[in-house]
């Protein structure tokens, strides 16, 4: 036993790490291609880019099997064998019910893999001794449109279910039989050429006829010590994380630096103006005022412009773009040339080849300025060509040239109103403000505020408020408002206490037990007492009304009661289900049906179905099909003749199939247990019947306890065949008959006589049995066992 285990651990050892010798393994996507010359399948990405993965995604019936000869080579490796594996990656659409493989001759399904959305199974059909077919069901949901890799291992009587490498189940079944003959069909994606397709994407399909054959998809699941590869990738993901902490631990280091640094830091306050940001004591010119930024505040003061002394040649006059006259070049011109000068010192004459611009208008129209070499229509705009006004300051069009005027609420600066200032009509009196209102200076104008506890009359003047009269105080519920010039007072009424604003009732400390005083001289109680002064405690238990539940006894206290279990009694009202604990009146769907609703009532789990109402526009057509109108819900049957609907159930083939939204599930009928020894499933028939003749049964029950004798006397187990003594051709099986009417006619009250006969009639029996063996052997040699042992039943 020990050297056949390390056999096995050296088996599986070698396939981890070396691959899968191919003689034992099974590629079905290797084998053949789906994607070639079979509609509704395609090659998409799979899970991995390491191996083809195909779709199988068409409604219609389509017919994905293995042609004759690389069905041949892959059933011949497989022929015979009890230990193999079938292993795939898989991502199946959601409801879902589709066969993964199957490989049947005629009706016989030999192995099928089956994997059911509707029902939430996976169900695995084998052949076993005497051509049976065997059905294992593991209730798990594989179809919900999210990758999982799965094996089902089967070794002699043991199965076992791996889903993303995880041991999901493991049973004892009986063992199957691969005795395939010749011309048996492999079919993937579906059973047969109408029903069980598959929907989704299947990757890796294979048959690994070995020991173990899990562990080529999850190696890791046959070790328990990490590999020099593991401890390797371990060290180098242990020297990253270091690297990481460092950088981290330093970054950290820095960040505390500057926070340190904070707690020396200046927050000045800054000026904002026209989109320009002006730090502490910074000054700058804003047309012809020097302004300063002064703890947030802008402060501007008017440019003195300082007296000009010009020389010969040169006037006094303004810059754009400046405050204050510069001195500039006169200058000369003719009506009938442009002539360039220049100043420099002195005005000179510059060549120049341009002439002036011709005009459009009658020549009648066309006046000569006396600052311009040419001449300009009548109504030129000037403030076009250049606007000399600055902020505050609108350009006027005059008939020889531009004008400036400062806007309404602004003043010149200078003579030519080029720049203006802000009239503060406030500090000079320049306003209407009336009684009652304070006057506050805008950009070009001012506004009249009213005093506080006074309404806008107008624009300019507020009257007295009465807040008492509008409502518009601040006085208690219980207390008296009175006006007041720019105001109001409030007073407690009698029986209150307090600031006017907040009021209290006084009931002079009559209010007992927490008791709150809600007007003068009467108390509103807490809960649990009652009476004037609340001096009276209630007894919740003896006037009933307490909440006590659940076996509890209730007890009464002050301002209250109490509900006590008693001992060994469960008072909570809470329910266990599937280990878990529910409140009381708790409702929950079940995890393994969502179409069941449960409830916790007083420590009782009442569990129903739900209610299936088809007018709800929200309903789950999952739980309730017959609801599901669409066409694309219904459901043909096998034999292609019959439509069924969402949610209608039938009988096929000994299984019972149910149409879910489009999609047929079937699964074998149970059968009530048969207790007998001969059993025999009739002719249209699915369930087995007793049968009191051995040679008529399909089954027989095995009991070693209960023996035959053969024509040698020798001893012979229930179930045991054996080839008669001195023949070749005829087969004896040992079949015990349970006849208790013969055993329990015997009466106690036998006579030794009657003994004495029965022992003589078994002993002419056992001659009459060795001669009918003769002459069965004589005359009818080609009789089966059966037959024979028939006749030796009858004789008896």
Not at 197 to 208: E, H, N
Not at 744 to 756: A, G, I, L
Request: charged fraction near 20%; aromatic fraction near 6%.
């Amino acid at each position: 036993r020990l050297q056949g285990s390390h056999t096995l651990e050296f088996q599986a050892w070698k396939t981890a790490a070396f691959g899968v010798d191919p003689a034992v393994r099974i590629s079905v996507f290797q084998e053949f291609s789906p994607a070639q010359g079979f509609s509704g399948v395609t090659q998409v990405q799979g899970f991995h880019d390491d191996t083809r993965a195909f779709l199988f995604q068409d409604d219609s019936p389509i017919c994905v099997k293995a042609v004759y000869d690389a069905a041949g080579r892959m059933l011949q490796k497989l022929r015979g064998k009890s230990e193999f594996t079938i292993a795939l990656t898989l991502r199946q659409e959601k409801l879902n019910s589709g066969v993964i493989l199957s490989i049947h001759h005629g009706e016989q399904r030999l192995l099928e893999l089956e994997s059911s959305g509707q029902k939430s199974e996976v169900r695995l059909h084998f052949q076993t001794k005497g051509q049976q077919t065997y059905t294992e069901i593991f209730p798990y949901l594989l179809a919900d449109n999210q990758w999982h890799k799965v094996s089902v291992s089967i070794s002699a009587s043991h199965v076992a279910l791996y889903v993303d490498c995880n041991k999901i189940y493991e049973r004892v079944v009986a063992v199957p039989l691969m005795e395939i003959p010749e011309e048996t069909s492999f079919w993937v994606g579906q059973r047969n050429s109408a029903h069980g397709l598959f929907k989704g994407v299947m990757q890796d399909v294979q048959i690994l006829v070995m020991p173990q054959g899990y562990i080529t998809q999850c190696p890791d699941l046959n070790r328990t010590c990490p590999t020099c590869n593991d401890f390797h990738g371990l060290v180098q993901k242990i020297m990253e994380l270091q690297d990481i902490l460092a950088k981290t631990s330093s970054k950290l280091s820095l960040a505390e630096e500057k926070m340190k640094g904070l707690d020396s830091c200046y927050c000045e306050r800054t000026c904002h103006v026209k989109g320009v940001t002006y730090r502490e004591e910074q000054t700058w010119t804003d047309g012809c005022k020097n302004c300063t930024c002064s703890n947030g505040t802008v402060r501007c003061e008017k440019i003195l412009c300082p007296l000009l002394e010009c020389p010969d040649g040169t006037t006094p006059g303004y810059v754009t773009g400046t405050c204050c006259k510069e001195c500039q070049c006169e200058y000369k011109h003719t009506h009938t040339q442009l002539q360039i000068y220049k100043c420099d010192r002195t005005m000179h004459r510059v060549a120049s080849s341009k002439d002036c611009p011709q005009l459009t208008c009658a020549e009648s129209d066309q006046i000569t300025l006396t600052d311009r070499c040419c001449r300009v229509c009548r109504g030129h705009d000037f403030c076009e060509e250049e606007n000399i006004c600055a902020e505050n300051s609108a350009c006027v069009n005059l008939d020889a040239g531009a004008s400036c005027s400062c806007k309404n609420g602004f003043r010149p600066l200078r003579e030519d109103s080029a720049y203006c200032e802000d009239i503060d009509e406030c500090a000079e009196g320049r306003h209407y403000c009336r009684e009652n209102t304070q006057c506050v200076n805008t950009a070009g104008s001012f506004m009249c505020i009213c005093h506080t506890g006074f309404i806008r009359i107008d624009d300019y003047s507020c009257t007295e408020h009465d807040e008492c009269a509008s409502g518009q105080h601040s006085c208690d519920d219980n207390a008296l408002c009175f006006n007041t010039v720019g105001g109001h007072s409030c007073s407690c009424k009698p029986g209150y206490t307090g600031n006017g604003t907040v009021c209290r009732a006084l009931c002079d400390g009559r209010c007992l037990n927490g008791g709150s005083c809600a007007s003068p001289n009467i108390c509103v109680c807490p809960q649990g007492f009652s009476g004037q002064n609340c001096e009276t405690d209630i007894d919740e238990c003896r006037t009933g009304r307490s909440t006590c539940a659940n076996d509890t006894v209730c007890f009464n206290l002050d301002g209250g009661y109490d509900c006590r279990c008693p001992h060994g009694h469960n008072c909570t009202g809470d329910c266990v289900h599937q280990a878990k604990v529910k409140h009381s009146g708790q409702i929950w769907v079940l995890d393994s049906d969502r179409c069941s609703v449960c409830s916790c009532q007083s420590g009782r789990v009442l569990c129903r179905r739900m209610v299936c109402d088809c007018d709800n526009p929200t309903l789950d057509l999952f739980c309730c099909p017959e609801c599901d109108p669409r066409l694309t819900s219904q459901c043909l049957h096998q034999n292609g003749l019959l439509t069924y609907s969402s949610g209608d159930t039938w009988i096929d083939s000994c299984q019972r199939c149910q149409c879910l939204q489009g999609e047929v599930d079937c699964w074998p009928l149970s059968c009530p247990p048969a207790d007998c020894d001969f059993t025999l499933v009739p002719e249209g028939e699915c369930c087995p019947r007793c049968v009191s003749d051995p040679c008529q049964a399909h089954t027989v029950r095995n009991d070693i306890t209960k023996t035959c004798e053969d024509e040698h006397g020798i001893t012979r187990f229930s179930g045991s065949s054996w080839v008669k003594h001195g023949t070749d051709c005829t087969l004896c099986q040992c079949k015990v008959i349970t006849t208790h009417q013969h055993t329990q006619r015997s009466s106690n009250t036998q006579t030794d006589k009657q003994k004495t006969g029965k022992q003589t009639n078994k002993r002419v029996s056992k001659d009459m049995i060795q001669l009918v063996d003769l002459f069965v052997s004589l005359f009818f040699g080609k009789c089966s066992y059966c037959e024979i042992n028939y006749l030796h039943v009858f004789i008896k």
